[in-house]
C-alpha cells in the first residue's frame, strides 16, 4: 500500500471539509448581515429615559476628548452621563467635577478600592448601574468616541419592540502600519460573528465600547456574579448568560458606532488579546464549539493547502478547491464590511487572515499555558 498516497488523498478529503465548513458559516451566518436593514431612529417620545455609563481608570486624558461628545448628543429624553472613576490617581475626579458643576446630568461615581478576588472593572460597573437612576443602560469606555451626535438616539431605538440587550459595532481607528490593518481586520471579523451569530437567534457576545442593556436584564442575570473573579467578561460572558432568557437586537448603522483608539504596539495588542482568549475558556460549550469549528477549519485551511501544493498531489482539484474558497471568502466578507462601513483591503485580505490566524494560534497557547492573566 502506498502510505504517502493515501495520506495526500486523505488530506485532500480534509481539505474539502475545511472548505465546505468555511462555506457554510459564510453564507447561512456571515453573508446575510450584509442585508440587514437599517435601524431606524426612534421618534422622540419613543425613547426612554437614558443612563450612559463610562468605567475609567487613569483616563484623564481621554476623558477631555469623551466628556465633550457626550454632553453633544442630541438625545430628546432626561438622560444622565456617570462616570465611574475605577481607583484613578491621574486627576480624572476633579476633571469629572468640572463638569459635574457645569451639568447637572453628569454624575461622578469613584471607586478608591476593589474588594479581593473580584474584577476592577465588573466591581465598578456593578456600582455604576447599581447607582444610574433610569431603567436603560448605554455603556462605552474612555478611549472610544460615538461617530455621531445620534449615537445615543440610534442605539436606544433598538430598545424598542420589548429588546432586553442592544449589541453595538466599534470599529478601531484607522492608522498607519501593519499592525493597524491586524487589528481592524480582527475587530471586523469579531463583529461579523457575533452581530450574524445574534441575528440566527445564537447571541454569545457584544463589546462593551458600544453596548446596551435593560438595568432589570442586569439584575435578573445576577449581574457578573458567575464570572466576577475573571478579568474579562464583562460584555461577552454577560452577554453569553443574561441572551437565555432576553430578547436580543443588533443596530450596526454607522450612526451608532463608537470608535476606539488601538493599540500601536505588538506586545500591548498580544495582551489585550490574551485577556480576551482567557474569558473564552468560560464560554458555554456550543459556543466554543462553534467558534472552534470556525477557527481550526481556517487554521488547517493554511495548513494543509500548501502541503499539497509542495506534494504537487492533484493540483487541479486543489487549485480549484483553493479558488472556490477565496470566491466564497471574498463574496461574503467584502459584502460585510461595505455594510458595516469598515474598509478593508481585498489585496490585503489573504496577508491578514493567514497574519490574524497565525496570531490566534499563538495567543491561544499562550493562554493555555499561563495560569493567569493580568490586567494591564
Known sequence: MDYSLLLSASLLYLLVACVLVQLFYGFYYFLPLSFHRSQEVAPPSALPPLSILVCAHNEVEN?????????EQEYPQPVEIIIIDDRSWDGSHVLVKEYE?????????????????????????????KAAQYEHLLLTDADCRPLSRHWAQYMASGFLGKNDIILGVSPYMQIYGFLNHLIRY??????MQYLSFARKGQAYMGVGRNLA???????????FASHIRSL???DDLFVQEAAKHSAVQIVIDRGAQTSSTPE???RDWWRQKRRHLAAGRQYQKKEQFRLGLFVL???????ISPVLLGLQYQ?????????????????????????????VKWWLLPILELGYYFNYIGIGISVLTTKKVRWK
Not at 480582527?186 to 463583529?191: D, I, K, P, Q
Not at 442593556?213 to 449581574?223: A, C, D, H, M
Open 63 to 71: 476623558l477631555k476628548e469623551l466628556l465633550p461628545l457626550l454632553l
Open 101 to 129: 458643576m457645569e451639568h447637572p446630568h453628569v454624575r461622578l461615581l469613584r471607586v478608591k478600592e476593589t474588594p479581593a478576588l473580584m474584577s476592577p472593572k465588573k466591581y465598578a460597573l456593578f456600582l455604576g448601574i
Open 186 to 191: 480582527e475587530t471586523f471579523l469579531t463583529a
Open 213 to 223: 442593556y435593560t438595568k432589570s436584564t442586569f439584575l435578573r442575570n445576577k449581574g
Open 232 to 234: 474579562g467578561g464583562d
Open 264 to 266: 500601536t504596539r505588538w
Open 297 to 303: 477549519s481556517n487554521g488547517l485551511f493554511y495548513v
Open 315 to 343: 493540483l487541479l482539484w486543489v487549485g480549484l478547491i483553493i479558488g472556490v474558497r477565496y470566491a466564497g471568502l471574498y463574496g461574503t466578507y467584502l459584502p460585510v464590511a461595505r455594510r458595516l462601513q469598515e474598509p
